[in-house]
């Protein structure tokens, strides 16, 4: 499988550049997500890879052979398209063998590698049926089908879930989950749902408006996010964000606000903090921990009024506010919390993360 | 009246007016026509005075050399040229369905000859069809060719009618085609494109299937069209040399005002309706077992192998 490389990748509609510069290595038998805000261009990168957007300027390498400005056959992907574009006038078995009935393979093979994929995906009693006859999620598996055929050997999907319902949606992404590591494959795959992008990418590209954010695994963008975009967009519920002054006391990083001040982990990269000291403290909904009776000793806490409880079975969301910022709370539904209560919470200090407020970069 | 059955009637209410101006412009005259070709009837009788002579304009009409004659023109022609014209014009919208500048332009040009009258239509090739001032026989003479008897000889008589009305009906075919063309999805086409379909083999596989249904109702209401042409003909031949391109509406018009045998012309008419009535319903049945029988077969490959 091919190593696929961007460089300095470029699209422009006449004098309006929508992607700007993308430098990017995707390694072999990787899957990669690119997810981000809609109208990112995750899209447009992957039908300039597919072939079927032309590239302005920079190239597509696969292996090291430039093959930006080959025609989408030559180039050894195969696509999955958000709406599927089956073929209507098909039925399941001619929609999937259509590429290779068009390359003149033999007809003993196009037989069995229809079978196989038709095993693999569940097809087998479908072949004979048209589009028109098939459920959403079958239409799905069908689209998958028909690209997997091919053996192609990087499989390109756009937002191929996004048209199914939520229930279908994630029965299909645990599907994908196992289809994936029976095949042999690149895959690249464009989604703006972060749960997605997490739980299926090997690694995970953010876009947004035309550049990079950040390019790496679920994990590193989840616990190092490279700025405050990132922060906020991966995780759900999303990060708190608040404007903060660190000051150093006794060897100890202070964040300040308006109503309450909390330690900081100690930061490797102090000089990029700047000298006002203004910075914007981010902090999970997850990290903030209601502080129990008992402990009221706990001399660095924040106190938030809750506003609304959304109960959704074991945890439930609080939205409070301190001194007018909504803030997102996670916690446990028991012992349950009732609105208008003012709560205690704690942060560990390495849970908070430390934004630069003009660049949005992370500091750590 | 009570409110229930009111409210159940409103609907009739409503398409009543639509009803009867159906009944009026409609039913009425079908069923006059119907009547009529059961008569004797000359222009100077009232219908009431005419004789009833039953079946016997219709037996008659089938032993007249120039009837028969007159319908072979009209199956020829309408045939040939909605064949010719369904080709071109959905070559044309294949080769037009692009994003280019000044297509749009174009494509109001092309259109151009459907919004002339037939009259016009008619002069206009008649002007150019002429033996010695003719734009086609001056072109060939300057050229050193022969000059071509466009309308005097019968069987170029007939070849010019069809060109005549492939120069006016192409763009009509061209524009469903395209509209057809333009409402297929985005995504699919380029599935194929991504399957390795170049555009021959996109056309073939996938345009020209999906666009079907829209070619099939325009088939149909071309060959409608084609069986019922009239004034362009009348001013361009007015059914010459001989019955060569005596059109079946044409022999209608002369039956009824040069004749002045009203119910042999009703007659015609109704056999006219008879074939169009046909024609229509084999083309839906046609569709029909079409679709059947791919059903079957698609059953039969899903049983064995794909």
Partial sequence: MPVITFKNLRKAYGSAEIIHGIDLVMEDHEFTVFVGPSGCGKSTILRMLAGLETVTSGQILMNGKDISQLEPIERDVAMVFQDYALYPHMNVAKNMS??????KYPKAEISQRINNVAAMLGLETLLHRKPGQLSGGQRQRVAMGRALVRDASSLLMDEPLSNLDAKLRVQMRTELAIIRDKIEKNIIYVTHDQVEAMTLGDRIVVMREGSIQQHGTPQELFETPANKFVAGFMGMPPMNFMDATLVEENDKL??????????????????QLPSSGE??????????????????????????LIKVCEYTGSQSLLIAEANGVRVLVEVNSQPSFKVGDNIKFSVKPSDIYVFDRNTELAIY | MKSSSLNKLTPYFFIAPAGLVLALGLLYPISYMMYASF?????????????WVGLKNYSTLWQDYAFRESLWVTLKFAFSVVLIEMILGLSLALLLDRNMRGMSALRTIFILPMMIAPIVVGLMWRYMYHPSIGVFNRTLNSFGFESIPWLSDSTWALISIIIADIWQWTPFIFILCLAALQSLPRSTLEAARMDGANAWQQAFYIKIPLMMPVLIVTLLLRLIDAFKVLEVILVMTNGGPGLSTEIIALRISRTASE????????????????????????MFLYNRFIEQHRAKSFNAIGKTSP
């Fill in chain 1, 98 to 103: 259509f590429a290779l009935r068009l390359a």
């Fill in chain 1, 254 to 271: 202070l964040a300040h606000t308006a109503c309450f001040s909390l330690p900081v982990k100690d930061l490797h990269n102090k000089h």
């Fill in chain 2, 39 to 51: 008569l004797d009837w000359n222009p100077s009788q009232l219908i009431g005075e005419a004789d």
């Fill in chain 2, 259 to 282: 004749f002045r045998e009203l119910g042999v012309a009703a007659a015609m008419s109704n056999y006219l309706l008879i074939l169009l009535l046909l024609l229509t319903l084999s």
């Fill in chain 1, 279 to 304: 910075v914007t403290i981010g902090i999970r909904p997850s990290a903030l921990l209601p502080v129990v009776a008992a402990d009221e000793t706990s001399e660095h806490t924040l106190t938030l």
